[in-house]
T-cell receptor
Framework: GAVVSQHPSWVICKSGTSVKIECRSLDFQATTMFWYRQFPKQSLMLMAT?????????EQGVEKDKFLINHASLTLSTLTVTSAHPEDSSFYICSASGGGGEQFFGPGTRLTVL | GQSLEQPSEVTAVEGAIVQINCTYQTSGFYGLSWYQQHDGGAPTFLSYNALDGLEETGRFSSFLSRSDSYGYLLLQELQMKDSASYFC????????????FGAGTRLFVKA
């Protein structure tokens, strides 16, 4: 099956700093990528949908100025958490679709903000 | 919008069969997926139903009834390693086939 990678797998940062998370589709071209956030013992919440070359579509309640998403190529999308605070600590997971409706999930990035 | 309902917790013994139900509401239903997630890990794909009926993959089977907006995941011959969270997820055709997850069912398998 298709492979999606995320980097880093975990990151610890100080409050107020920005963190960039990369999501890559390794063996297919992803026309659409999705970003999810999961707090402990909760479900995955869709944050935004990004299409290559266009602006991301954010779900209600997600601050687009805080969670910057860039989908500059068909194999790479980035999520930047700007001015991170402890409440942003979470598990961030991306998924990618080649346009056929199938979604492939990355392994996730665990963010801890001190 | 979309909403999914599934039980929060299920407990069963090794070797037993367990069924996890899921009901959903969505405007652009395209299919129902099931994912397994162990503590600390990412969700892994189990099955997908776009049409009514039963799909079988080894010990796991998934069922869908589009007219009832209902599906279930059936796990047979339970093993201790099946203890995990199981999420049903609706693939919605609006906005680029995004997948919306249910709250998850925590399965505890006892010896």
């Amino acid at each position: 099956g298709a492979v999606v990678s995320q980097h880093p797998s975990w990151v610890i940062c100080k409050s107020g700093t920005s963190v960039k998370i990369e999501c890559r589709s390794l063996d297919f071209q992803a026309t659409t990528m999705f970003w999810y956030r999961q707090f402990p013992k909760q479900s995955l919440m869709l944050m935004a949908t990004s299409n290559e070359g266009s602006k991301a579509t954010y779900e209600q309640g997600v601050e687009k100025d805080k969670f910057l998403i860039n989908h500059a190529s068909l194999t790479l999308s980035t999520l930047t958490v700007t001015s991170a605070h402890p409440e942003d600590s979470s598990f961030y997971i991306c998924s990618a679709s080649g346009g056929g409706g199938e979604q492939f999930f990355g392994p996730g990035t665990r963010l801890t903000v001190l | 919008g979309q909403s999914l309902e599934q039980p929060s917790e299920v407990t069963a013994v090794e070797g037993a069969i367990v069924q996890i139900n899921c009901t959903y509401q969505t405007s652009g239903f395209y299919g129902l997926s099931w994912y397994q997630q162990h503590d600390g890990g990412a969700p892994t794909f189990l099955s997908y139903n776009a049409l009514d009926g039963l799909e079988e993959t080894g010990r796991f089977s998934s069922f869908l009834s589009r007219s009832d907006s209902y599906g279930y995941l059936l796990l047979q011959e339970l093993q201790m390693k099946d203890s995990a969270s199981y999420f049903c997820a609706v693939r919605d055709s609006t906005g680029g086939f995004k997948t919306i997850f249910g709250a998850g069912t925590r399965l505890f398998v006892k010896a």
